[in-house]
Every structure is written in C-alpha cells, then in structure tokens.
C-alpha cells in the first residue's frame, strides 16, 4: 500500500489524490453579485449539506494554486453575504463546466455558459433557471482555512428560500432521485451520473441489526462474501428459525439440489445471490440450511 506524508508533496499533487480519492462529491453552482452588481457565476464540488435546522449549506472557494489567488465568488460573498447555490443536473453539465472558465473580473458567466438568469426573491443574486432546485442563501460566516494556494475558505449559508422544479417531484411531492438526475464530480475530468447507477441501503433507524460480529465464521471466513454482503446478513433483526428454514427447503427443489451437491460452495454462491437481489431473509435460510 501507498503511504503518503501530505508534507512531501506538492500541493497539486496532493490535490490530485484527494479530489480521486473523496467523491463523488455534489456540485454547488454559485450565483453571487460584484460591487457593481454584475452577476459572477462558478461552480464548486467541495460542496454539501451540513444542516437542516437551520438548514445550512456549506461550499468551498479555494485559493489557487498557481499563484494563490482568490476566486470572484469568494470575494463577492465577502462583499455582500449572499449567494443562490444551484443544484447540477446532467442535462446542464457541460454548461456547468463551460461556467467554471476563469473569465476576468466583470464577464457574466450566466451569459458565456448559456445560463438564463431569474430573478431571487429574498436576496439579490440571480438564480439558475435551467437548475432543479435553487437555494437563495445569506453568508452567515466565511472560514478560511489557510493563506497558501489550495487552502480552502469555507462559506456557511443559511438556506433562506428553495425553488423546486415541480417536474423533478413525485406522486407524493417529494424529489424523484431518477427525475433529478443528479451529477457529482470525482478525480481528474471524471463525473458521475446518479441516475445511471442507483442503489439503495436500507438505513436501520428503527432496527437492531445482529450485528456482523453475530454472523458465523463459516460464512465471514467463506471468501464469498464482501463488506457489503456482510453488512446486510449483519443487519438482520432475527435469524430464520429452524421451522422456517425446513419450510423453505422443502418447498424449493433448486435449493433441494443445491443442498445435495455436497459442495458448499454452491450454497454460498446462491446465498450471494439472493444477497445481490436484497432478499436478504432468502439468503440466511440457505446459509442456515442443512
């Protein structure tokens, strides 16, 4: 394994690592104003929500590099403590990127990326039309966590009014993952496609899983299962009884066979299985089968 000292790297190298290594990451499409009230438009990945009550975003302008300037975005949130984060979606990502050309101070990326601005109703940034979902926010506090290049500056904004479009939203009013069709950033030129890849992972809130350490070293030991297949056997409430596992074999000839094969191995490689499909209950009562 490669060990690494940040100290005895350089800074964009030490970036490279941590931008492949830490994602995928949001994308915070930043509407902030000038002095003179011209509208600045960037987009920045180190980006998340840090808080529902209050609701408080959080995204980060670092110095540059080079020659350890700072960005537009970061001086005009300073200036006038406000900003409209825009959320990206695929159907805007090129634009997004298009947007984050370093242009002189004064050009209006809304105009340069393509980008129709409309007006916020509490703060005086415009928001991003084509966005699905747009947070008008005033800067409660600015941190910066360094004075070298690549040093990040932290903008906590409070969430003061959100804009959904009604499209993205589902039966039920809440946001559609597959309608929003999210975009986050990795290492390099790489992006990510949310709706292109979902899954989900049943959160225990109301359960109390067995835990992985309860999960027998017959099957921990097997080399067939990962983490993840662990960490769902692990979160089972109760095992299947012994009943309940006699019922199930008698009535499944393919698990009759598996059993008589005389090959464990099969019988892990259908438990994987029925773990790859999330019926995890199916999958104890092959691993318990006998």
């Known amino acids: 394994m490669l060990t690494i000292d940040p100290k ?8 490279g690592y941590l931008q492949s290594a830490v994602g995928p990451r949001p994308i915070a499409l930043a ?22 009550n209050p609701p408080v975003l959080i995204f980060s302008p670092s110095r540059r590099v080079r020659d350890n300037s700072v960005k537009h975005t970061l001086l005009n949130a300073e200036l006038n403590r406000e900003v409209v984060i825009n959320v990206v979606n695929y159907a805007m990502v090129e634009q997004t990127s298009l947007s984050s050309t370093e242009y002189a ?7 340069k990326a393509g980008f129709t601005m409309i007006p916020s109703q ?77 899954f989900e992972v049943e959160k225990p809130l109301t359960t109390l899983g067995i835990g992985v350490d309860a999960i027998p070293g017959f099957v921990k030991e097997s080399g067939f299962f990962d983490g993840n297949d662990l960490g769902k056997l692990g979160n089972t409430e109760t095992l299947p009884t012994d009943e309940e596992i006699d019922i199930f074999v008698k009535e499944s000839f393919e698990i009759k ?9 099969k019988k892990f490689l259908k438990a994987k299985e ?11 009562k092959v691993l318990l089968a006998k």
């Open 274 to 284: 029925y773990l790859d499909n999330n019926q995890v209950a199916t999958a104890w």
């Open 105 to 111: 101070s004064g050009v209006n990326e809304f105009e």
């Open 122 to 198: 509490t703060v005086k940034p415009y928001r991003v039309k084509e966005a699905p979902v747009q947070f008008e926010c005033r800067v409660n506090q600015i941190i910066a966590l360094g004075t070298e290049g690549g040093a990040g500056n932290l903008i906590l904004c409070e969430v003061l009014k959100m804009h959904i479009d009604e499209s993205i939203l589902d039966a039920n009013g809440a946001i559609d993952q597959h309608k929003i069709d999210l975009v986050s950033r990795l290492g390099g030129n790489w992006y990510s496609r949310s709706s292109e890849g979902l």
């Open 257 to 265: 066979a598996v059993l008589s094969a005389d090959d464990e191995s």
């Open 31 to 52: 509407s902030t104003l000038d002095g003179n009230n011209t509208p600045n438009l960037s987009p920045f990945s180190f980006f998340n929500i840090f808080s529902s």
């Open 8 to 15: 005895e790297l350089t800074t964009p190298k030490l970036h």
